[in-house]
C-alpha cells in the first residue's frame, strides 16, 4: 500500500511537470502557485499577463518563489506576433522581415536582443522561432511569420536565431514541426492537411528543423497538421511516427518536444484536449501547451487526471511519462545554469548597446529599416495626410490586440493626418476612403493584398482616380507593387511602421540614430 501512494504520487508529480498551462491576470493565482509546489515545472504568459516589463518581472519573481527552476514561456515571435509589447506593437520586425535582409549577423543580434529582453523580465523559455517555409503564399496563419518560401533560406535563419536567443539565456522552441508552411487552413480552426510526398517533406518542410536540430534548439513544437506520407490518421502532435519515428529516431532529436496549443480546433474538436494530451505524451511530446484559450485550474486538473488515469489503465506508460517529465527538468536546469552564465541585466550602456552584447538597443528598427523594398518614387510628405487602414480579420495567433500599421507615426510628423479603417463589409470602401480624405494625399495601408480580393479592388478602385497614393503592403507582398510610391515593410511590427512613415516622410525618428545601411554594434 505504501509504495503504490509513492507511486502514484511520483506519477502525479510527472503528470503536473509535463504540462504548461496558461492562468488569468497579471499576478499569479493562488491555485497556481500551489501546482507549481506540487510539481507543475512550467508556466505560460500570454498578453493577458503583461502590461510593463517591472510588472512581467515581479510576476516571473513571484512564481520562481515558489521553485526557482520553473519554466516560464511566452510565444514573443517579435513582428506581428508579441505578448511582451502586445498593447503597443513589437520594438522587432519579425521573420519575414530578417529573411527579406538575408543577413545572419542581423538575425542573430535581433533574436538576442530580444531574448535579453526576455530574460531582463525572467522569461526562459520562448515558443520561438518559425521554422515553417511558406511555400504556400495563401497560407492564413503563418505569413510574415516565417523566414521566406525558400527552404535554404528559412534554415539559415533559423540556426542564426536559435543561436541568438539561446545566447541570451532563453530556450528557443523552433515550430511547427514537421512544417506549418503549405497549409490553407489555419490549425486554430480546423485541421489543416498537407498532401505532398516523402520527397518533397524532405527537400522542403524538414530542412529547416534538420538546421535548428544542429543549431542546438533546446525545444521543438510539434504542428496540428495531418500529413497521410507521414502518417495517414494522426495530426503530428498525436503520431508516434512523426514524432518518435521521425523527430526522435531519425533526425535524431534529443531535445524537449512540446505541443502546440491543445485547445485549437484541429485536436479538441476531434479528440478533446484530454484525449489529446494523453495521446500526445504516448506519442513522443514532452510537454502539453494549453493556456491560450483555457486559462482556469480546472483545465489543469482535468489534463493531470488524464494522464495519471491512463497509466494506471496501461494506456500511458509509466516510463514513456517519466522520461518526459524528466526532459522538462532537464531543460529547467540548463536554464538555470544559463541563466548564471549570462550577464546581469541593467541599463542600456554607452553608444546605446545592450549590456553585455555589444548589440545596438535600437536593433529593431535598425532591422525594419534595412527591410523595406520601395518601388517607385514620391515626393516626401510635408502635409497631413489620410491614412486608409484596409484591415483583414487577424488570425488568432496575431490575434487583434496589437496596434499595427502607419497612421500613428505619420499622425507624429505630421500632426492633423486622420485615418479610418476599412474591412471586407465595408460598402464601396474605395469611394469612402475619397470622400474621408478630400484633397489630403492617401497613403493606403494593405495587409496580405493578395490573399483578399476586396482589399485588391479597393486599391484598384482608388489608384484609378488617385494615382498619387503611396501604398503600404505590412504583409507578404505577394501581390505586384502598385501606387506612386509602393512600399513592401515585410511585417506589421510597430518599427515596421515607424521605418515606413520615415520613407514616406523623409524624417528618421527622433530618438534613433539615423543610419539605415548597417546594424551598429553587430
Given at each position: ?5 509513492s507511486t ?8 503536473l511537470?509535463v504540462l ?11 491555485w ?24 512581467l ?10 521553485r526557482d ?17 502586445v ?9 519575414l ?11 542573430r ?9 526576455l ?11 518559425s ?18 518560401a ?26 511547427h ?9 489555419d ?18 518542410e ?11 534548439s ?10 497521410p506520407?507521414?502518417?495517414p ?32 480546433q ?14 500526445a505524451?504516448?506519442?513522443?511530446a ?7 484559450g ?14 495519471v488515469a491512463a ?7 509509466e ?21 548564471g ?5 541593467g ?12 548589440i545596438?538597443s ?8 534595412r527591410a ?13 495626410a489620410y ?9 488568432i ?13 505619420l ?27 478630400g484633397?489630403r ?7 496580405d ?47 515596421c511602421?515607424?521605418a515606413a ?10 530618438t534613433?540614430s539615423?543610419?539605415r ?6
Open positions: 500500500m505504501t509504495t503504490f501512494t502514484t504520487d511520483t506519477v502525479t508529480r510527472d503528470a511537470a504548461q498551462p496558461g492562468f488569468s491576470g497579471i499576478t499569479a493565482p493562488d497556481l502557485l500551489r501546482r507549481v509546489g506540487e510539481g507543475l515545472s512550467s508556466v505560460g504568459l500570454f498578453g493577458r499577463n503583461i502590461e510593463t516589463p517591472e510588472q518581472a515581479a510576476l516571473t519573481a513571484q512564481l520562481r518563489a515558489e527552476d520553473v519554466l516560464v514561456a511566452i510565444d514573443e515571435e517579435g513582428g506581428d506576433v508579441t505578448r511582451l509589447e498593447r503597443h506593437g513589437s520594438s522587432f520586425p519579425g521573420n522581415a530578417l529573411g527579406a535582409v538575408d543577413d545572419l549577423e542581423l538575425t543580434a535581433v533574436a538576442q536582443e530580444l531574448g535579453r529582453r530574460a531582463q523580465c525572467g522569461v526562459n523559455l520562448n515558443w520561438a522561432p521554422a515553417d517555409v511558406n511555400s504556400n503564399p495563401g497560407n492564413p496563419v503563418i505569413g510574415v511569420r516565417s523566414f521566406g525558400d527552404p535554404h533560406l528559412v534554415a539559415r535563419h533559423t540556426a542564426a536565431y536559435i543561436e541568438g536567443l539561446q545566447a541570451a539565456g532563453v530556450a528557443a522552441c523552433t515550430k514541426f514537421p512544417g506549418h508552411g503549405d497549409t490553407a487552413v490549425s486554430h480552426h480546423a485541421l489543416p492537411r498537407i498532401d505532398v510526398d516523402l520527397e518533397t517533406l524532405h527537400a522542403r524538414l530542412v529547416p528543423f534538420r538546421a535548428a536540430i544542429a543549431a542546438g533546446k525545444s521543438v513544437m510539434s504542428a496540428h497538421i495531418l500529413l506520407a507521414l502518417d490518421d494522426r495530426p503530428a502532435t498525436l503520431s508516434p511516427q512523426i514524432l518518435t519515428g521521425l523527430l526522435r529516431n531519425e533526425l535524431g532529436y534529443d531535445g524537449l518536444i512540446v505541443t502546440d496549443g491543445m485547445e485549437m484541429a485536436i479538441s474538436a476531434t479528440y478533446g484536449i484530454e484525449r489529446g494530451s494523453v495521446l505524451i504516448a506519442a513522443g514532452d510537454a502539453i501547451c494549453v493556456g491560450g483555457l486559462e482556469d485550474e480546472a483545465t489543469v486538473l482535468r489534463l493531470r487526471d488524464a494522464l497509466v494506471r489503465t496501461g494506456e500511458l506508460p516510463e514513456r511519462l517519466a522520461d518526459a517529465a524528466a526532459r522538462v527538468r532537464a531543460l529547467a536546469s540548463w536554464t538555470q545554469r544559463a541563466r552564465a549570462v550577464p546581469e541585466p541599463a542600456v550602456t554607452q553608444e546605446g548597446t545592450a549590456p553585455g552584447t555589444g545596438a535600437d536593433i529593431g528598427l535598425v532591422a525594419a529599416r523595406l523594398q520601395l518601388t517607385g518614387a514620391a515626393e516626401p510628405l510635408t502635409e497631413p491614412v486608409a487602414a484596409f484591415t483583414p480579420v487577424a488570425n495567433a496575431v490575434g487583434d490586440e496589437t496596434p499595427w500599421g502607419v497612421a500613428a507615426e499622425a507624429r510628423v505630421l500632426p492633423g493626418t486622420a485615418t479610418d479603417t476599412y474591412s471586407g463589409e465595408t460598402e464601396e470602401p474605395a469611394a469612402s476612403v475619397m470622400r474621408a480624405a484633397e494625399r492617401i497613403v493606403a495601408v494593405v495587409r493584398a493578395h490573399r483578399h480580393a476586396w482589399m485588391s479592388q479597393a486599391l484598384t478602385t482608388l489608384l484609378a482616380e488617385r494615382p498619387d497614393t503611396v501604398v503600404v503592403e505590412m504583409g507578404v507582398p505577394q501581390a505586384e507593387p502598385r501606387g506612386a510610391l509602393y512600399i513592401a515593410t515585410h511585417g506589421a511590427a510597430r518599427v511602421g515607424v512613415a520615415e520613407a514616406i516622410t523623409g524624417a528618421p525618428h527622433p534613433v539615423g543610419h545601411a548597417e546594424p551598429s554594434g553587430v
